[in-house]
């Protein structure tokens, strides 16, 4: 399976800090994309990073992307309440498909 | 606003009826993808149209079908529900070309399989 993984699957954080989540593919690719999923909703696209970029930013969103070592990281700086969902990596490699990875579910306590 | 919508929001089926969720778009988008999604799971694509080009994932149940009568419609019929079908069912777009494949969700059909 050509899946990701991502860990933690869960993660559960007091407001106001910071949130790091990890995602690990296996084949090489053309970009590699976040999404959030609050609960019972469909997705939302967070943000894309090409795989000839090493870091992203967008508001309160960074993405790393080590092409070498077949993995990214979405950071969440000063969570909010808001932030809560589940979030999802998906690697595009071409054939105009994604796949996602299993996704973190992150929860931040007030 | 440009966006997807899916029809119904919830679905509740008997086991053995044939049911027909519907998607469509205003983002002109060339490619609509079905997603089935259950519990804690990341979603499984069962099949895209790129325009009308259908394609069918390989590991989807021929008892999933789909439809793409216009630009702006898709419908995914399931032929004969059973239990193991109950679900989130998430349709997205993409542009599709040459342009990076960002995908654009609605906000699901919750089947219910009785």
């Known amino acids: 399976s050509q899946q990701g993984e991502e860990d933690p699957q869960a993660l559960s954080i007091q407001e106001g800090e910071n949130a790091t989540m990890n995602c690990s593919y296996k084949t090489s690719i053309n970009n590699l994309q976040w999404y959030r999923q609050n609960s019972g909703r469909g997705l939302v696209h967070l943000i894309l990073?090409?795989?000839?970029?090493r870091e992203k930013h967008s508001g309160r969103l960074r993405v790393t992307l080590d092409t070498s070592k077949k993995s990214s990281s979405l950071l969440i700086t000063a969570s909010r309440a808001a932030d809560t969902a589940s979030y999802f990596c998906?690697?595009?490699?071409?054939?105009?498909?994604?796949?996602f990875g299993q996704g973190t579910r992150l929860t931040i306590n007030p | 606003d440009a966006m997807v919508i899916q029809n119904p929001r919830y679905q509740v089926t008997q086991f053995g009826k044939p049911v027909t969720l519907s998607c469509s778009q205003t983002?002109?988008?060339?490619?609509m993808y079905w997603y089935q999604q259950k519990s804690s799971q990341a979603p499984k694509l069962l099949f895209h149209y790129y325009d009308k080009d259908f394609n069918n994932e390989a590991d989807t149940p021929d008892n999933f079908q789909s439809r793409r009568p216009n630009t702006s419609f898709c419908f995914l019929d399931i032929r004969s529900p059973g239990l193991g079908d109950a679900a989130m069912y998430l349709c997205?777009?993409?542009?599709?070309?040459?342009?990076?494949?960002?995908?654009?969700f609605g906000p699901g059909t919750r089947l219910t399989v009785l």
């Open positions: 990073i090409r795989s000839n970029e």
């Open positions: 997205a777009t993409s542009p599709g070309g040459t342009s990076a494949n960002t995908q654009y």
């Open positions: 998906a690697t595009d490699w071409g054939a105009q498909k994604l796949v």
């Open positions: 983002l002109n988008h060339n490619v």
